[in-house]
């Protein structure tokens, strides 16, 4: 499994001639490309071997290599022209395609000694499973970003532009084909496309459109202001296809040369056309997949091409989320790994190639991903199947961060799951491990509660009464990850497995069975005797073994004395349970911020964007003066003389302020706050007054760490 480009076919001309077969076969579904393969093979093997076409024209049957097209080979009179063990050993290129009958017939015809799949998209849409018509065994992987690592592709520069607004109305999905072919619209393109140019003295490019009749006109359209072009469509014979390519492939002295092909989607995947220097995107991103077959397009190196543009017009797409997924290769759906790839897209990706968004297609983007729900039943089912039949076998919860696959608390999250393992129970029809509803309800405070990760110390306390510890504090306290552990933090982790840290009478319900350890934190009787049960001992390490690695991976970089790490993002709850207070308190309780004598913490919680309906009563204006400056308001009601507002200002005895502020409260999937530090009041506070007519207090301060770029860019937005 290799991305576009990275030289598939010679990888298994040297797997070839390795196996020295006497027969061999070659199975591709179009023409154009045997005779690029026949050419791969020769460079290997040396231009005397013996080849052969088997396709409509051509029947070379008795050549050692024989390169055939599955239309042809498929057919029963051409299939019986061979012995089932007649070749020694067959390569099919597209393997994806293996799900369609053809190449279905031909797979469970022939029985070489040694077979061989390559796709570049291993991932089908259908759910069909190749992995399996191989054993599951996956020979070499190479993604799009390990593949610019090894300088396999040709460096691309990717710029994601805004597709213009004409008369106010914005390009989607819907909009009327006039409009796709506007004049202005076409004067638009054609100044991005001379502005960024391409690689060369001649572009060689592609334009993938939304629509047939948009990519016949825009070609006429491009034609006479001065940009020989042609529209291909699956209506088009291959031979006007394969004559199109060639015209392409021409230097523009040539009378008759192409400097663009316009198309739908016939170019996505089967064709190869090097000298591609300039990809133009003027249609919405249905799939990652297809985004990536079409962007690979132009990722073969070529003589005099240094790089391929990427030229992506962006409207006000439902799927622009995909963009980021596509590019980075995320499957995670983790929104936040989405939004920092679209601020630091150059960053991630490897070598000299770069990702730039303008502010519009940067913000339309960011709105998909926050409108976008990750954690849908559809998505679930699409990701665990993909990754099962990769495996051949259930995925363990390992497993999805191991092979790149969706960040399984996507299905822990989903209300219709108490656990993975509930997940499995109903999904699996073949899973016939079984726990008790007991262990079942403890597994699921795990899962649900403690697997995010975020607090590295109650999983911990669970392993070691796993493990078998005699003295639980001390080897708390010694832990070999080198994490302090107060005594604080000790009555804390009590009240959490004792499950008396949430104190609403439903939550205890839920989970009645959740109680870990005594008032000693000694390890409870019940738990010791359900852990006797092997699966469920098994099940409840693998969750506790997800959380650590989470935690080490993602939280293991504590700021100051706190048990919070800098830019990551929190609950009310999480934020209560990590600052040790005695019991949870409810947002409504909280209202924007709220003070702990215990520990003498106040964290202070803010939705940046407010909405335009929102009472006047709590219609704050806090806003960011700078990355290290804050102007924030008081709860309404307060003066200068409130306790609170005194408490906040007062520099003798200072109180522990913490930030934490989401862009939001549309995000529906997502309740939480990044952590943005700890901060200090500084000038004169002022009294002012809400719409509603009553005082509230204005208090500047002071980040003690400035706002990450990525992040503040995020949070204010078009502000």
Not at 68 to 76: E, G, H, R, Y
Not at 140 to 164: K, M, N, S, V
């Amino acid at each position: 499994m290799t991305r576009e480009g990275t030289g598939k076919t010679y990888l298994s001309a040297f797997d070839a001639k390795n196996f020295k077969p006497k027969k061999f076969l070659f199975v591709v579904h179009r023409e154009q490309i045997l005779k690029q393969a026949e050419k791969s093979y020769k460079d290997v093997f040396g231009s005397k071997i013996n080849t052969g076409f088997y396709t409509g024209l051509r029947k070379d049957k008795n050549a050692d290599f024989l390169f055939a097209t599955v239309q042809t080979l498929s057919k029963d009179e051409n299939l019986e022209q061979f012995d089932k063990e007649y070749f020694d050993m067959i390569v099919y290129d597209e393997i994806h395609k293996s799900g369609s009958a053809t190449y279905e017939k031909i797979i469970n015809y022939f029985k070489p000694k040694f077979m061989l799949g390559m796709s570049a998209t291993p991932e089908r849409t259908d759910g069909k499973d190749i992995y399996s018509l191989f054993d599951n065994n996956i020979a070499y992987e190479i993604r799009l970003q390990e593949a610019l690592e090894e300088d396999l592709l040709c460096p691309f520069h990717y710029f994601g532009i805004t597709d213009i607004e004409i008369n106010g109305e914005t390009i989607n999905d819907k909009s009327d084909f006039n409009l796709l072919i506007d004049e202005i619209r076409v004067n638009y393109i054609l100044e991005k496309v001379k502005y960024y140019g391409h690689s060369g003295n001649k572009v060689h490019g592609l334009v993938f459109c939304s629509r047939k009749e948009e990519a016949y006109k825009l070609a006429e359209i491009f034609t006479k202001r001065g940009f020989p072009s042609i529209g291909l469509t699956g209506e088009d014979s291959q031979e006007t296809r394969e004559k199109a390519v060639k015209r392409l492939e021409k230097n523009k002295d040539d009378i008759d040369h192409l400097d663009y092909i316009f198309t739908v989607d016939i170019f996505n995947e089967g064709i190869d056309i090097p000298c591609v220097n300039q990809i133009i995107m003027i249609r919405s991103t249905k799939s990652s997949i297809i985004f990536t077959q079409q962007l690979g397009r132009g990722l073969r190196k070529f003589n005099n091409k240094d790089y391929v543009v990427i030229l992506d017009f962006i409207g006000n797409y439902d799927n622009n989320y995909l963009i980021p997924i596509a590019l980075f290769g995320d499957r995670t759906f983790n929104k936040d790994n989405l939004r920092r790839g679209i601020f630091s897209g150059s960053s991630i990706i490897p070598g000299c190639s770069t990702i730039h968004f303008d502010k519009i297609s940067k913000d339309r983007i960011l709105k998909s991903i926050d409108n976008e729900n990750f954690s849908t039943m559809r998505k679930i089912n699409t990701a665990y199947n993909d990754l099962k039949i990769m495996l051949g076998k259930i995925p363990t919860l390992e497993d999805f961060y191991k092979f790149g696959s969706i960040d399984v608390m996507r299905i822990i999250e989903h209300n219709s799951f108490a656990s993975y393992y509930d997940y499995l129970v109903k999904k699996e029809k073949n899973y016939k491990i079984r726990i008790s509803n007991v262990s079942a309800n403890m597994l699921s405070f795990v899962d649900k509660k403690l697997m995010y990760g975020k607090s590295f110390t109650e999983l911990y306390l669970l392993k070691l009464i796993i493990e078998g510890s005699t003295n639980l504090i001390n080897d708390l306290k010694n832990n070999k990850f080198n994490k302090e552990i107060s005594d604080v933090e000790i009555q804390s982790i009590k009240l959490v497995l004792q499950n008396r840290f949430i104190t609403s009478k439903n939550y205890k319900n839920k989970f009645k069975h959740a109680i870990f350890v005594d008032d000693n934190l000694n390890p409870n009787k019940l738990f010791l005797n359900e852990l006797k049960n092997k699966n469920f001992k098994e099940l409840i390490l693998s969750s506790i073994n997800e959380g650590l690695r989470r935690n080490i991976l993602e939280y293991n970089f504590p700021y100051k004395n706190t048990n919070f790490s800098l830019n990551k993002k929190y609950t009310y709850e999480d934020v209560c349970r990590l600052l040790n207070w005695d019991k949870n308190i409810v947002s409504l309780n909280i209202g924007g911020y709220k003070y702990d004598h215990k520990t003498n913490t106040l964290p202070v919680f803010i939705n940046y964007d407010k909405e335009d309906d929102i009472q006047d009563s709590i219609k704050y204006h806090d806003r960011f003066l700078s990355n290290t400056r804050l102007m924030w308001m008081s709860k309404s009601g307060r003066n200068l003389e409130s306790i609170d507002v005194r408490r906040i200002m007062d520099k003798e005895n200072p109180v522990n302020i913490f930030l934490f502020v989401r862009k939001n409260k549309d995000d529906s999937q997502s309740k939480e706050f990044y952590f943005l530090g700890s901060m200090k009041s500084i000038n004169k506070p002022f009294l002012t007054s809400m719409p509603d007519g009553k005082s509230v207090v204005e208090i500047e301060y002071k980040l003690d760490t400035p706002v990450k770029e990525d992040i503040y860019e995020y949070i204010k937005g078009e502000e």
